[in-house]
């Protein structure tokens, strides 16, 4: 592993049937893994679909920990239906983990969002992560074990701060999701990540809608 990069927290939105070798490719990268998040259909779906289970038992031998993808939409969404979704992950695909999305930043919505961790990890949570997208307050950082502070285009990524307090708590803590990043430049994306003190990140050339839709690969198929 590169002590200058952080360790990769993969958004794998691309279904096993299509994109069977970026799933191979994760297992292969496991010691450069710190978490692949699962993401059937914006959740879980309504039924589970089988043609994943390989790929998944392929990340689980690697000593991959993968993590459901679960909507919260900025705290709007009933605790309840979330709690539906992890389920399903659990029996459908054994998840160890829940992966929190458009989760809010402000002090106002953290006791809801205790609630959503609280929940996750008696419902058997290993790994509680929460995607804010953007910085959240401090308080927030004692429910999940990851707090997305960053999702958005290189060129915004750039120019983005970093609050105090995120500086004096452990990178472990933290990751940033990277898209439109120009080919050349996505190494330096990571190594940003880095300095910036995100102990996990992810960077590709995909953008628009299916920035998630594969791994980061030829520029030939960069997403204009």
């Keep these: 592993m590169n002590p200058d990069r952080p360790l990769l927290v993969v958004p794998a939105y691309f ?3 299509v994109r069977p070798a970026d799933w191979e490719r994760l297992a292969a990268l496991a010691p450069q893994v710190r ?3 699962l993401n059937v259909a914006s959740g879980a779906g309504e039924r589970p679909d089988p043609a994943f289970l390989p790929a998944l038992a ?3 031998d690697a ?3 993968v993590a459901g993808y679960v909507d919260t939409d900025y705290g709007r969404r009933p605790l309840g239906a979330a709690l539906r979704d992890l389920e399903r992950y659990q029996d ?3 998840v160890g983990g829940v992966f929190f999305d458009r989760v809010c930043t402000g002090a106002e919505h953290v006791d809801r969002y205790r609630a959503f961790a609280g929940s996750a990890r008696r419902h058997g949570a290993g790994v509680v992560a929460f995607n804010h997208g953007a910085q959240p307050v401090e308080a927030y950082a004692e429910h999940a074990d990851l707090l997305g502070t960053f999702e958005g285009p290189w060129g915004t990524y750039l ?3 970093v609050p105090h307090w995120v500086r004096a708590t452990t990178s472990a803590k933290f990751f940033h999701l990277v898209h439109s990043v120009p080919h050349t430049h996505l190494g330096d994306a990571l190594v940003l990540a880095r300095k910036r ?3 996990g990140a992810y960077a590709t ?3 628009g809608e299916s920035r998630w839709d594969r791994l980061p690969g030829d520029p030939a198929e960069t997403d204009r």
């Design 205 to 207: 050339n995909r953008s």
């Design 63 to 65: 000593g991959v920990t």
């Design 92 to 94: 459908w695909y054994g």
């Design 58 to 60: 392929g990340l689980r």
């Design 159 to 161: 120019d983005a701060a």
């Design 35 to 37: 978490l692949v998040v």
């Design 197 to 199: 003190n995100a102990g």
């Design 15 to 17: 279904h096993p049937a």
